[in-house]
């Protein structure tokens, strides 16, 4: 597990540049050709390719589908390998990518050696798919593992687990953003400031407003994370705009929240409010999740360790997937700790047990 994983590694895969990612895929479409696995590219013309992998068990002809889903994206550019290499200490695997998710997929590998080298009774087809823009949105893969997701009884989301006892994640915060355009008047700050509009005024009296909707304790959160405005200390500014962070355990929050948004009315005289997008990934909720939390749970003490549940305050593609009914359990792939910082790493003894699970949960389901 350990030599796939270090070379999975040393092939970098950002979400942005297409080449280096494409290279990652065709090294994991040799790894499950080597598994006996019908393996599909499916060609993306601006991210990476994506990887569809069909597994049928041996026996009868699978009337049910199982569906694996990950991604194969970092967050890390081409040459972060060089200041961040991938290394063994104390039990660690580190490196850029390790625990989100390439460890993830290197377990899933080694769970379909476990089905096939066991024999365990699988009755259902497994369809593994490997993503491409996960950690930029999911835009170019979305819609494929929807489909995907509606074909399956169940999704198994290889994500990082939470926390140093690996915790599964079995509810996520819907999670969006939305800009907030104003538009104002310009004016000569000294010689006509009152036949100007200011925008920046008029968001700031705005982020003021948006600020009190923001509820901790129900989840519900709205951040102005980036603002733009004016142009120069004496002409009054025409336009700001700020872009926000939306974020809920809830899908009918989800909802209040933009339409509270969308429902915003200029505070100044005459100036004028754009606002655009909104929630992108909806909520994971509880119920999506509990029944296939609990198999997982029971299985993980036959085979000898506890399992845990949390909530994620981040959105992953098993956002999407619950969105559509389909049950999804999160939090399936590594055990570790770091995603997207420098000390990323995967707890190398962790692999082969969330492996097991894995193998057990796509034969028992
Ligand atoms: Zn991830």
């Known amino acids: 597990m350990l030599d796939t994983l270090r070379e999975l590694t040393s092939l970098e895969s950002p ?3 297409k080449a280096p990612a494409d290279h990652c895929c065709e090294f994991l479409a040799d790894l499950w050709l080597q598994r006996g696995a019908t393996v599909g590219i499916v060609k993306n013309e601006k991210r990476g390719n994506l990887l569809r992998v069909v597994w049928n068990p041996p026996a009868a002809q699978p009337r049910a589908q199982l569906f694996v889903l990950g991604h194969y994206d970092t967050v890390y550019p081409t040459g972060t390998l060089a200041k961040m290499p991938f290394r063994l200490d104390g039990g660690k695997a580190y490196g850029p990518g390790t625990f989100d998710m390439k460890g993830g997929i290197v377990q899933a590998l080694f769970a379909l050696d476990a089905i096939r080298e066991l024999h365990l009774a699988a009755q259902k087809r497994i369809v ?41 994640k079995t509810s996520r915060k819907g999670v969006g953003e939305a800009r907030l355009i104003v538009r104002g008047r310009p004016s000569h700050a000294g010689l006509a400031p009152e036949k100007g509009i200011n925008a920046i005024h008029e968001l700031a009296a705005q982020i003021t407003r948006i600020e009190k909707w923001n509820n901790p304790r129900g989840g519900v959160s709205i951040n102005a994370d980036v603002v733009t405005g004016g142009s120069r200390t004496n002409v009054i500014a025409e336009r700001a705009e700020a872009t926000l962070d939306l974020r809920a355990w809830k899908e009918t929050d989800m909802r209040a929240l933009e339409k509270r948004l969308y429902a915003l009315k200029p505070v100044h005289r005459g100036a004028k409010l754009d ?51 389909v049950p999804t359990l999160d939090g399936l792939g590594a055990v570790g700790d770091g995603a997207h910082a420098t000390h990323e790493h995967v707890v190398v003894d962790a692999m082969p047990q969330r492996a097991a699970l894995l193998a057990s949960l796509l034969t028992s389901c």
């Open 275 to 325: 606002i655009r997008g909104g929630f992108d990934r909806p909520p994971l909720e509880p119920k999506h999740s509990a029944a296939l939390f609990a198999r997982a749970k029971s299985i993980a003490r036959t085979l000898g360790f506890s399992l845990g549940e949390a909530a994620a305050g981040g959105g992953s593609d098993g956002n999407f997937t619950a969105a559509l009914g």
């Open 15 to 17: 979400s942005l540049e």
């Open 128 to 168: 593994f798919l490997w993503t491409s823009d996960e950690e930029i949105g999911s835009a170019t893969s979305r819609k494929l593992l929807e489909e995907e997701a509606q074909r399956s009884e169940a999704v198994f989301v290889l994500e990082p687990s939470l926390g140093p006892r690996g915790l599964l």
